[in-house]
């Protein structure tokens, strides 16, 4: 029997055996965009095709929920296989004063930021693909559970313009962080720079959930 190799992020990042990729980028597809049915059908298919016919609002808002949760329960697996990976992985000599197994935690610890950034990576490019495909992006309700607010939840509301400049930004501040991780010259900025790209990328998501204080927020930072 082939033995199919371990899935990887776009990046090339190692991710965990039985990462649901293909349903997150359908629950994320199906919850947030209208695609335009002028759009190239070979794209759409990447996402599971263009829903026919087209969700309601609550089957919508039910996806969204299902994908959040989801996307915490993969980026939690993501980081524990990362910290593993890079926990196990050859250091460099220790510094001094560091013992090997400091050096060790610190390296799990990069290892697991990593592979949970490769995901949210990830999903901002799904974001960037079905943009370009869309009509529009649809914002959930604050609260996206499974229950009365799925069921009762009716008008759609396009990502405003505003929110649309704040992820434009973030995106930006992200490509920064990044760099600024890899030129680190020690372990303790090494973290902070990823800390806040992850921060960074969470509060991108939110503006699918409440876009007018989140993009507040992200515009500032």
Do not use: Y
Not at 6 to 18: F, M, R, T, Y
């Amino acid at each position: 029997m082939v033995q199919q190799p371990p899935p990887q992020s776009s990046s090339g990042v190692p991710l965990p055996v039985g990462t649901p990729l293909r349903t997150l980028r359908f629950l994320f597809a199906n919850a947030f965009f209208e695609i335009d049915p002028a759009a190239d059908r070979t794209q759409i298919a990447d996402f599971g095709g263009a829903a026919q016919p087209e969700p309601s609002s609550a089957t919508r808002s039910r996806c969204a929920a299902r994908f959040f949760s989801l996307l915490g329960e993969t980026a939690a697996a993501a980081s524990s296989v990362g910290s593993a990976r890079s926990a196990r992985s050859p250091g460099g000599p220790a510094s001094e004063g560091v013992s090997a197994a400091h050096a060790a935690g610190h390296r799990a610890a990069e290892g697991a930021a990593e592979s949970e950034l490769a995901l949210l990576d990830e999903v901002q490019g799904w974001w960037s693909q079905l943009a370009a495909l869309s009509s529009s992006t649809i914002v959930q309700p604050a609260s996206t559970s499974t229950g009365e607010d799925a069921a009762t939840f009716t008008s759609r509301k396009a990502l405003d313009a505003a929110a649309t400049s704040a992820r434009g930004e973030a995106l930006a501040l992200i490509e920064k962080l990044k760099a600024a991780r890899a030129d680190a010259a020690n372990a303790a900025v090494h973290k902070q720079m990823s800390t806040l790209e992850l921060l960074t990328h969470h509060l991108v998501l939110q503006l699918l959930v409440q876009p007018k204080v989140k993009s507040d927020r992200v515009g500032a930072a």
